[in-house]
C-alpha cells in the first residue's frame, strides 16, 4: 500500500493513442502515447487583453454559456474560452509599459535572443540574401511572437520572454506527423508513482529538477524538410533591421518537432550515461550497479526530472546529468515537479503533495442576484458546465 504518497492526484492528461508512423522508430508506448503539446502555447493567442478583471476561468465561462440558447451546448468552445483568457491574462504586452516594466521586458527579450542564437537555433539574413529568400520562398514563412510572462518564485520576481514559433502553420505539418517526428514520449501517472514509492521505500532521498531552456539543447533539426524562416514578431529583436529574415535552423519553441528532438537527445544521453530505459514507459530510467542491484531511478517530463538513488555510482550519473544539460533548479527533498508540490519527510522518507496553491486561486462562478435567492434550486446545465470547467 502506498501509506506515504497522499493527500491529492496528479491531474489525469487525455492520451489520444496514434497510428505508429511508417519508417520511423518512434519510442512510444500504448501507455502514454499522446501528440505535441508546449508548455507555451503555440497557437496565436488573443490579440486584445480581457475585458474584465476576474480571472476566475469558471465565470469566464459562465458568461461564454450565457449567451448560448436553452437546450444546446458548447464544451470545447467554452473550454477553449477559458483556456485563452487565462493565458491572455498571465502574458505581458511587448511594449506599451511604463519604463521601469518596459525595461526589464527589452532586457529578456534580449536575453531570450542571445541564448537563441548562441545555440545555432536561429541564421540572420540581410540585404539581397533577405529579399532573395522572401521573394522564392515565400511559402517556407510562418508567424512568431514573444510570450512574455512576470514569473514570482524563490528567486524573486522576474520577467521572461520566450521566442515562439506558430507551428501550425508549418507547410511540412502533415509530412512530420506522418513521419513520427511530431510524437514525443511524456511520464505516465504510473510511472511517476512508481518512482516516488521506490524512493520512499529505499529510503532515498528525492531530487527534483528543471532543465533551462530543454529544447534549444536538442540535437539538430531533420534536413529532410525545406528550411522555414520567420519575419520578426510584433515589438521586433533588438538589432535586427525589420526587412532582415530569420532562418529556424534549431528547435525554438512552437516548432513540431523539437519536443521529440528533445526527448531523443535526453533519452539518448541518459543511456550512454548509464541509465536504462524502462521497457514501460520511455520516460522512467533505472540505474544498477555492476551486481545489477537497483541504485538510482529518474522520471523524466520533458524539462522536468524527479530522481533518487545512493551510492558513488548515482552520484556521478547525477552529475553528468547536470555537465550535459544546463539545470535552472535543482531542489533536494521538496520541490515543484509538473505543477505539483511534493515534500518529503527527512526522517521517515514518506512524500506528500498537492496542489494548494493552485486550488486556492480558484473562485466560484458569479450568481445572479434572482438565483442567490433561491440557492436551493437544481443547478441548471450552464451552471454545470461552469462548474465542470472550474474542476
Known amino acids: 500500500m502506498m501509506q506515504n504518497i497522499g493527500e491529492s492526484s496528479p491531474p489525469v492528461s487525455p492520451s489520444t493513442p496514434l497510428p505508429d508512423p511508417p519508417e520511423q522508430d518512434s519510442p512510444r508506448t500504448s501507455g502514454h502515447k499522446r501528440s505535441v503539446s508546449f508548455r507555451e502555447g503555440s497557437q496565436e493567442p488573443p490579440t486584445h487583453r480581457a475585458k474584465h478583471d476576474d480571472t476566475s476561468d469558471g465565470l469566464f465561462c459562465q458568461e461564454v454559456l450565457s449567451a448560448v440558447p436553452e437546450g444546446e451546448h458548447c464544451p470545447v468552445d467554452v473550454y477553449m474560452a477559458a483556456f485563452l483568457q487565462k ?57 512568431s511572437r514573444f510570450v512574455i510572462t ?17 507551428g501550425h502553420l508549418d507547410p511540412d505539418f502533415e509530412a512530420k506527423i506522418n513521419s513520427g517526428c511530431c510524437h514525443s514520449p511524456t511520464m505516465s501517472q504510473l510511472a511517476r508513482a512508481l518512482v516516488l514509492q521506490t524512493i520512499v521505500s529505499k529510503h532515498w532521498i528525492m531530487s527534483l529538477g528543471d532543465i533551462k531552456g530543454a529544447f534549444l539543447e536538442a540535437g539538430p533539426i531533420q534536413k529532410k524538410f525545406r528550411p522555414l524562416y520567420m519575419r520578426q514578431p510584433k515589438g521586433g529583436i533588438p538589432d535586427l533591421h525589420p526587412q532582415d529574415v530569420i532562418e529556424i535552423t534549431g528547435n525554438i519553441y512552437g516548432s513540431n518537432d523539437a519536443p521529440f528532438n528533445w526527448w531523443s537527445t535526453f533519452d539518448s544521453t541518459a543511456q550512454e550515461i548509464g541509465w536504462e530505459r524502462s521497457q514501460f514507459d520511455n520516460c522512467l530510467y533505472f540505474l544498477r550497479d555492476a551486481d545489477k542491484s537497483l541504485v538510482g531511478i529518474l522520471g523524466a517530463h520533458v524539462d522536468d526530472t524527479i530522481t533518487g538513488g545512493q551510492g558513488a555510482l548515482y552520484q556521478q550519473a547525477i552529475e553528468k546529468l547536470k555537465e550535459r544539460f544546463p539545470y535552472r533548479k535543482w531542489r533536494v ?59
Open 87 to 143: 493565458r491572455a491574462q498571465k502574458e505581458l504586452a511587448p511594449a506599451g509599459h511604463e519604463p521601469e516594466l518596459q525595461a526589464r521586458i527589452d532586457l529578456a527579450k534580449t536575453v531570450e535572443w542571445e541564448t537563441l542564437k548562441g545555440k545555432g537555433a536561429v541564421q540572420v539574413w540581410t540585404g539581397r540574401d533577405a529579399a532573395r529568400i522572401i521573394k522564392n520562398q515565400s511559402d517556407r514563412f510562418i508567424g
Open 333 to 391: 527533498g521538496s520541490g515543484e515537479f509538473c505543477g505539483i508540490q511534493y515534500d518529503q519527510d527527512p526522517e521517515s522518507f514518506e512524500i506528500k503533495y498537492h496542489q494548494k496553491t493552485y486550488a486556492d486561486n480558484l473562485r466560484p462562478i458569479s450568481l445572479s442576484r434572482s438565483r442567490m435567492s433561491d440557492k436551493q434550486a437544481p443547478a441548471t446545465e450552464k451552471e454545470i458546465s461552469a462548474l465542470r470547467a472550474i474542476n
Open 150 to 166: 512576470q514569473k514570482d518564485d524563490e528567486d524573486g520576481q522576474r520577467v521572461k520572454a520566450r521566442l515562439c514559433v506558430q
